[in-house]
């Protein structure tokens, strides 16, 4: 089953309709690194992880991991490791996933701009935990807890994200 995506902040999966919270630069055909655009496109889904302090592993059919404290994602497209999970410390630029505020107690990593990745096309583009206020997102695709946990119990290694401006 494909999770569908819309400009609106809406997402299908199925018959079931979750809000979300896009990108502040909203849907953008030519991603950016540091655009703050959600990437418009179909896109494989890779692996999950989550924060075991804070969260059980999830359910679903996908790879899961534990996230580690020093787990970190490089956005630096200078460097060799970019869109590439990596430890940190680390040589270049970097976001670290294991954050106090939540948002990434629960990531499912997308396959964009990493098969190969192109240096500044965008990296670090998942479907992670929104924000309380519904606050746009960096670029991710952000849902409430239990709807990401919803949407994770019914993806498979076959499921697409698909998200695009005429959809919903």
């Not at 505020?101 to 990296?123: C, F, M, Q, T």
């Not at 924000?131 to 991710?140: H, I, K, R, Y």
């Amino acid at each position: 089953m494909d999770l569908l995506v819309g400009p609106d902040g809406t997402a299908l999966l199925g018959e079931q309709r979750f809000a979300c919270a896009l990108g502040r630069s909203g849907l953008v055909a030519d991603k950016r690194e540091g655009d703050g655009g959600t990437p418009v496109g179909v896109f494989p889904v890779r692996m999950v992880y989550y924060r075991p302090d804070r969260q059980s592993p999830p359910v679903t059919a996908l790879p899961v991991r534990a996230l580690k404290t020093a787990d970190g994602w490089c956005d630096d497209p200078a460097h060799a490791d970019y869109n590439r999970a990596v430890t940190l410390p680390h040589a270049g630029g970097c976001e670290r996933l294991w954050r106090d505020d939540g948002l990434y107690d629960l990531i499912l990593v997308i396959g964009h701009n990493d098969s190969p990745p192109r240096p500044g096309a965008g990296s670090a583009i998942f479907l992670h935990v929104r924000s309380p206020d519904g606050t746009p997102t960096q670029g991710c695709v952000a849902f409430d807890i239990e709807d990401l946990r919803t949407i994770l119990k019914n993806l498979t290694p076959d499921s697409k994200i698909q998200i695009n401006p005429a959809c919903c």
